[in-house]
Nanobody, 124 residues
Framework: QAQLVESGGGLVQAGGSLRLSCAASGRTFSSYAMDWFRQAPGKEREFVAAISRSGGISTFYADSVKGRFTISRDNAENTAYLQMNSLKPEDTAVYYC????????????????WGQGTQVTVSS
């Protein structure tokens, strides 16, 4: 069972950048596909980005963040990252790290493990 802990959230002005980190416990991190989801107040949780298992050759992004956000992973450090550039007020949300055991997915219902979330607030 994986435990995921996010960090790196905070308050930033529009146009700024943040890097979120997700530290995973256990020795099987490289076998998990990793995702980031987000949830804004009053809205459903939505997919942000995903990276495939092992070498992370395949990445996937929501259209709303494509070209601005980059997902990556460091298997030696058991950590996944989300680099967020050109942030907009509409990116304000709680960001959740997630892990999938079987295959890379963009569907929340197919996620096996969730972190507790980290708040990102973008001011205009």
């Amino acid at each position: 069972q994986a435990q995921l802990v996010e960090s790196g959230g905070g308050l930033v002005q529009a146009g700024g950048s943040l890097r979120l980190s997700c530290a995973a416990s256990g020795r099987t991190f490289s076998s998990y596909a990793m995702d980031w989801f987000r949830q804004a107040p009053g809205k459903e949780r939505e997919f942000v980005a995903a990276i495939s298992r092992s070498g992370g050759i395949s990445t996937f992004y929501a259209d709303s963040v494509k070209g601005r956000f980059t997902i990556s992973r460091d298997n030696a450090e058991n950590t996944a990252y989300l680099q967020m550039n050109s942030l907009k007020p509409e990116d304000t949300a709680v960001y959740y790290c997630a892990a999938a055991r079987r295959y890379v997915t963009v569907v929340a219902a197919e996620i096996d493990y969730w972190g507790q979330g980290t708040q990102v607030t973008v001011s205009s």
